[in-house]
């Protein structure tokens, strides 16, 4: 039940983000432009490249949902050897970059709101993998949450 309540409040953040882009007016310079859409566009990369890592390791998508796949394995090479959320990572680096570029301040503190929302959610999801992968534990320990270093 957790699991789905994390899906659906992504999908409403998602929702209002998106709503938050196309109703609110632009207030972007050319340089936040620029630098944001840079970001966006480094964070895209790594959600996708991540994401054909997953792929690639078990022949099956990610779960949108935080519960491990009992047929997947441990992820740990790739990107996922310097994060161990790379998807969280790109989505939470195009959400900024996104937000930026538009330049409007209800559009960059929903971008924010992202932060806390993917750090609770990969806690609980974390839970599940440290029950799943008895390797969990060292990996986390090595390995940081969503940016390398911190």
């Given at each position: 039940?957790?699991?789905?309540?994390?899906?659906?409040?992504?999908?409403?953040?998602?929702?209002?983000?998106?709503?938050?882009?196309?109703?609110?007016?632009?207030?972007s310079?050319?340089?936040?432009?620029?630098?944001?859409?840079?970001?966006?566009?480094?964070g895209?990369?790594?959600?996708?490249?991540?994401?054909?890592?997953?792929?690639?390791?078990?022949?099956?998508?990610?779960?949108?949902?935080?519960?491990?796949?009992?047929?997947?394995?441990?992820?740990?090479?790739?990107?996922?050897?310097?994060?161990?959320?790379?998807?969280?990572?790109?989505?939470?680096?195009?959400?900024?970059?996104?937000?930026?570029?538009?330049?409007?301040?209800?559009?960059?503190?929903?971008?924010?709101?992202?932060?806390?929302?993917?750090?609770?959610?990969?806690?609980?999801?974390?839970?599940?993998?440290?029950?799943?992968?008895?390797?969990?534990?060292?990996?986390?320990?090595?390995?940081?949450?969503f940016?390398?270093?911190?």
């Amino acid at each position: 039940m957790t699991a789905i309540l994390f899906v659906l409040a992504q999908f409403i953040l998602f929702g209002l983000f998106a709503l938050a882009l196309v109703l609110l007016q632009p207030a972007s310079s050319p340089t936040a432009l620029q630098i944001g859409a840079v970001i966006a566009l480094f964070g895209i990369s790594v959600a996708g490249l991540a994401i054909i890592e997953h792929l690639v390791r078990n022949a099956s998508p990610p779960n949108i949902a935080p519960v491990p796949n009992k047929r997947a394995k441990l992820v740990t090479t790739g990107l996922y050897r310097f994060a161990r959320h790379p998807i969280y990572t790109g989505v939470l680096c195009a959400a900024l970059g996104a937000a930026v570029a538009h330049g409007n301040l209800i559009a960059v503190a929903i971008a924010i709101i992202f932060i806390p929302f993917f750090t609770v959610k990969s806690m609980y999801e974390e839970t599940l993998l440290r029950v799943a992968y008895a390797e969990y534990d060292d990996y986390a320990r090595r390995t940081s949450r969503f940016f390398p270093g911190l």
